[in-house]
C-alpha cells in the first residue's frame, strides 16, 4: 500500500529509544502507552515517517510495518519462526510464484505470510483450530482477504496422512512441528519429483532424525543439508565499531533434501 495512512490499516509507531508498537489506524481511535496517548486522527492522512506527540510529550515516528516487524509484533498463539529464519527457509525451499506448497505446523502464520508473499499457493495442516484461526486473521489483517485465495488451512494431523492435492502434487514442503520425520516418510507419496522437503526444528536430535528419515529412503533424496542461522548486528558509532554484545544466535535448525525420481 502506497500513499497516505488511511483508517483500516496497520501503523507502527516508533519511540526515541527504538521500541515498536503495532496498531490498527482508525477514525476517533487511540493509541495507548505508559507514555501517553496519541489520536490516530494525527496519523491518518499522513505519510509515513510523520512525527507525532503523545499527550504526555514522547514523539513517535509512524511507519507502515514490514513483513519482519508484523511478524515480531503481530497477534500468536505458537511461538513464530523468526525473521532471521523466514529467509533463508524461502531461499532453500526455492519457493517462487504459482508454487502449491505443503505447511504443517502453521502456528501464527508467519512462515505462511511469507511464501504467500512471495506468490505461493498453501494448504497446510494444523493440529489446533485456535491456531488455525489465528494464522488466518494475521494473513488477512497483513497481506488482506484476497491472500486468502491461495491459503487454505485444515485442522488436522499431519502424521495421520496427507491429501494428494487436486491437481498434481505438491512443489515443496515446510515442516514445523515436533516429529517432522514422520511426515518426511510419507512426502514421496505427495510431493513431485524434484520437489524439496525444508523441516525446522529446536534441537539437533530432532534435525538427525529428520536426517535419518531421508536416508531411510537414501535412494530418492539428494542434496540432504542441515544448517543454522546466527544473527549478529554491529554497534558503529562515530570511531566506535565493534559486534553489539547481544545476538540472536541459536532459534532452530533447517534440514532439507530435494526429492528424485526412482522410477
Known sequence: MNGVFAPG?????????D???LATLSEKGEFHTHAGVVSHDAVIGKLPGVTVQSTKGTYYVVIRPTL??????MPRGAQVIYPKDLAPILMLADVSPGLHVFETGVGSGAMSMTMLRAGARITGYELREDFAARAKSNVQSFLGAEALERYEVVVR???AGIDMPEQGRFDRMILDLPEPWHVVDRAPEVLVAGGIVVAYTPSITQAHQV??????HRHGWIEQRTLEV????????????RPDHRMVAHTGFLTT?????TR
Do not use: N
Not at 9 to 17: I, M, Q, S, T
Not at 68 to 73: G, H, I, K, S, Y
Open 157 to 159: 494431523d499431519s502424521y
Open 230 to 241: 546466527l544473527h549478529r548486528t554491529w554497534h558503529i558509532e562515530g570511531q566506535s565499531v
Open 9 to 17: 490499516e496497520r501503523a507502527l509507531f516508533v519511540d526515541p529509544k
Open 211 to 216: 536426517r535419518e528419515a531421508f536416508e531411510r
Open 68 to 73: 519482519e516487524d508484523f511478524v515480531l509484533e
Open 257 to 261: 533434501a530435494r526429492l528424485i525420481a
Open 19 to 21: 521500541r515498536r508498537y
